[in-house]
């Protein structure tokens, strides 16, 4: 079975990673004027560190033939941004570059772990370990929701998103927010989660089914668990998927 960013469309990697890319921007500039214009240095750090391991690794693995193409380091472009999205605008710098470069390394071994969730687990951790209060953004729930439907509309019309786990993802989990008391934070969270990390392309199921069973169990998850809990099970989650998948083809192909 092919464990790659397999969706079906006719697009290939590159366009399907070139589209979320574009797909990031309206976050981008709404998380700069959350925070101020300062955080955009935060952000191209982050970026920058994602790709220079990337570079470091690439160059040490092929070191006789590596030539840089700047197309091959979209994806940690993607990254980079996708961790200054969902972290805490008040997480120290240093934090930022340590917990970047420790995922990008990772998943630069294993693909098929999503290295957001190993970054985004190191900065919960330190806030969580450290007592420190986590400073909360103050959305416009309107501007954040259209931003979501102009970004996630994209996707689909461009067949480059598991738009079956991002559904049941988001629509469970908002539904359990609508539920308990609304925390407008969380639902900010809740969105970078259901439309870029939990259905990231190459650690997530190929099947629907599979996809939808990953998609319950992570908005399950994300209801009940501490963050840095939520995402050590992302991460468990991850490893397993290749199997999940597996036995759910299986299942299939056995039941047809």
């Given amino acids: 079975?092919?464990?790659g960013p397999y969706i079906k469309s006719e697009n290939n990697?590159?366009?399907?990673?070139?589209?979320?890319?574009?797909?990031?921007?309206?976050f981008i500039i709404?998380?700069?004027?959350?925070?101020?214009?300062?955080?955009?240095i935060y952000l191209f750090i982050t970026i920058i560190s994602s790709v220079l391991i990337s570079i470091i690794f690439d160059a040490f693995k092929n070191s006789q033939s590596y030539k840089f193409n700047f197309k091959n380091y979209i994806y940690p472009v993607i990254i980079?941004?996708?961790?200054?999205?969902f972290i805490p605008s008040n997480t120290p710098l240093f934090l930022i570059i340590l917990s970047t470069i420790i995922g990008t390394s990772i998943n630069s071994f294993f693909k098929n772990v999503n290295p957001v969730l190993i970054a985004s687990l190191i900065i919960y951790a330190y806030f969580l370990i450290t007592n420190n209060n986590i400073i909360k953004l103050d959305i416009n729930i309107f501007i954040l929701i259209g931003i979501s439907i102009i970004s996630l509309g994209y996707l689909i019309l461009n067949r480059s998103v598991k738009f079956r786990i991002s559904f049941v993802f988001i629509l469970l989990s908002l539904l359990s927010l609508l539920i308990a008391e609304i925390d407008y934070n969380?639902?900010?969270?809740?969105?970078?989660?259901?439309?870029?990390?939990?259905?990231?392309?190459?650690?997530?199921?190929?099947?629907?089914?599979?996809g939808i069973l990953y998609a319950l169990m992570a908005s399950i998850t994300f209801m009940i668990l501490p963050m840095p809990i939520f995402l050590i099970f992302g991460i468990i989650m991850n490893i397993l998927n290749r199997y999940l998948d597996l036995n759910v083809a299986f299942y299939l192909v056995k039941n047809n």
């Fill in 1 to 3: 079975m092919n464990y």
């Fill in 13 to 26: 990697n590159d366009k399907i990673i070139y589209n979320i890319l574009i797909s990031l921007i309206p």
């Fill in 30 to 40: 709404y998380k700069i004027y959350l925070t101020n214009l300062t955080s955009i």
């Fill in 80 to 85: 980079g941004t996708i961790i200054y999205l």
């Fill in 186 to 210: 969380n639902i900010y969270l809740l969105i970078i989660l259901g439309l870029y990390i939990i259905p990231e392309l190459y650690s997530t199921p190929n099947t629907a089914m599979a």
